[in-house]
């Protein structure tokens, strides 16, 4: 595996969550975040959680971006725009931006069980209109929570749904999803659909309120096995 990923605000729980995944599974991962010696110390904490052997570094956001091949976005919506912007010179041509953000309602104040719905149709579509030309945008991991990430020996039982306009970029993301055991990665479709599959994350957060829970997973059942790109 000779590729990098960055993970954008990679010291919250759901950026740390998936770098934990990715990093057992042998993955190179630069933990980002506005702060070094916080990404520093969230490298630190993989370390003592999985051994001194991981491919793990913390750095500033526009380094980790810079470095990367693969630049995972996992910062709140209400931040999202300034970040993509603040990021956006270290994005070059063919790079892979992945943008897990669930416009939540609770950006603005509201309930988190609750969606906003962006002028640009989906947090994605927003991102997508402002990294430069070339950078494929792939929007998943809306739908795995950080709880069930975070617990690093158990298996995942969950689909990731990706969504994106670019297949080579979609299978590259598909086979980063599949190294969290237990997940399948299913082609959602174009970049658009992203509306669809972020609308599920408030519906997860309703779920596990209402049931008492932070397991909750999403399944599509009666598909064959996909092939991607
Ligand atoms: N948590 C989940 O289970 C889950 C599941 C699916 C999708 N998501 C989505 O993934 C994204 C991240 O979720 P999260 O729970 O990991 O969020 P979080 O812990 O609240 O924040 C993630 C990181 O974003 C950065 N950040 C926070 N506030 C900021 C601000 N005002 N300006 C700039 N950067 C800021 C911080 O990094 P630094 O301070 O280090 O810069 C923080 O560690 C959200 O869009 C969420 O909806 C989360």
């Not at 595996?1 to 998936?18: E, W």
């Not at 590259?172 to 509306?195: T, Y």
Request: net charge negative.
């Amino acid at each position: 595996m000779d590729r990098t990923v960055a993970i954008i605000g990679g010291t919250g729980s759901q950026g740390f969550g998936l770098a934990l995944r990715w990093l057992k599974a042998g993955e190179h991962v630069i933990i980002g975040s506005r702060f070094r010696e916080k990404a520093q110390a969230k490298a630190d904490e993989a370390r003592k959680i999985l051994g001194r052997g991981i491919k793990v570094e913390g750095s500033s956001n526009d380094e980790a971006a810079g470095k990367a091949d693969i630049i995972v976005l996992t910062v709140p919506f209400e931040v999202q725009l300034s970040i993509v912007k603040r990021i956006r010179p270290y994005l070059s041509d063919g790079k892979i931006l992945v943008d897990v953000t669930v416009p939540l309602a609770s950006s603005i104040g509201g309930d988190p069980w609750k969606i906003l719905y962006p002028w640009d149709g989906s947090a994605a579509e927003q991102a997508a209109r402002y990294v430069p030309r070339g950078v494929r945008v792939v929007s998943a991991f809306h739908t795995i929570s950080s709880d069930i990430l975070s617990d690093i020996d158990s298996e995942v039982d969950c689909d990731v749904l990706i969504c994106g306009d670019d297949d080579e970029a979609k299978r590259i993301v598909a086979e980063l999803a599949e190294e969290i055991p237990g997940v399948r990665a299913v082609d959602c479709g174009p970049l658009e659909n992203s509306r669809l599959t972020e609308s599920l994350a408030p519906l997860m957060i309703y779920l596990c309120k209402s049931y008492g829970v932070k397991t909750v997973g999403i399944r599509i059942t009666g598909i064959p096995t996909i092939r991607w790109g």
